[in-house]
T-cell receptor, first 109, second 114 residues
Framework: AQRVTQPEKLLSVFKGAPVELKCNYS??????LFWYVQYSRQRLQLLLR??SRESIKGFTADLNKGETSFHLKKPFAQEEDSAMYYC???????????FGAGTTVTVRA | DVKVTQSSRYLVKRTGEKVFLECVQD?????MFWYRQDPGLGLRLIYF???????EKGDIPEGYSVSREKKERFSLILESASTNQTSMYLC?????????????FGNGTRLTVT
């Protein structure tokens, strides 16, 4: 069975500082990995996925199969980045998504 | 834009009641999911369905059942509500045509069982 671990429940950074949200996974096959975000009073939505290799709102994430990690990074945090972030994994052959416990990010002015 | 609508934003029920949570999506998606969201535990999959009348258990199906009689509607049923089922319930849908297409979530139903 797959598992997603987000070791930080809370993360507080100053505006303009770099931010990194950690995500580690355990899965024996080829996973597909995602980051979802939930802003205050909004529904949970997709932020980015590793197969797209894109940068969304300044965020990037690199899949490191050797370290089984998919950390989310942004070089300069903005106040509007304050939100709950979830890392999620889907087995290659499956539609189900397994989520981590989530990290609440607060960006202070 | 995909719209996933959950019928109730807040529900308060008594222990032992039968509870129905309804979810409707308007994008003709094949897959539908029910998750519960709890602080410190993240999202946990209760049940999902990849076609009409098809259902599969997720990670925490005990105490729940589901119904999918029409493609656009996926209902979660708490047969006999208990206080440990107090939670935020999220419905989601995704395309079954494109593998690993993103999940589109509803706004959630916050259920309190007293």
């Amino acid at each position: 069975a797959q598992r997603v671990t987000q070791p930080e429940k809370l993360l507080s950074v100053f505006k303009g500082a770099p931010v990194e949200l950690k995500c580690n996974y355990s899965y024996s096959g080829s996973p597909e990995l995602f980051w979802y975000v939930q802003y205050s009073r909004q529904r949970l939505q997709l932020l980015l996925r590793h197969i797209s290799r894109e940068s969304i709102k300044g965020f990037t994430a690199d899949l490191n199969k050797g370290e089984t990690s998919f950390h989310l990074k942004k070089p300069f945090a903005q106040e509007e980045d304050s939100a709950m972030y979830y890392c999620a994994l889907s087995p290659y052959s499956d539609y189900k998504l397994s989520f981590g416990a989530g990290t609440t990010v607060t960006v202070r002015a | 834009d995909v719209k996933v609508t959950q019928s109730s934003r807040y529900l308060v029920k008594r222990t032992g009641e039968k509870v129905f949570l309804e979810c409707v999506q308007d994008m003709d998606h094949e897959n539908m999911f029910w998750y519960r969201q709890d602080p410190g535990l993240g999202l946990r999959l209760i049940y999902f369905s990849y076609d009409v009348k098809m259902k599969e258990k997720g990670d925490i199906p005990e105490g729940y059942s589901v119904s999918r009689e029409k493609k656009e509607r996926f209902s979660l049923i708490l047969e006999s509500a208990s206080t440990n089922q107090t939670s935020m319930y999220l419905c989601a849908s995704s395309s079954g045509v494109k593998r690993n297409s993103p999940l589109h979530f509803g706004n959630g139903t916050r259920l309190t069982v007293t």
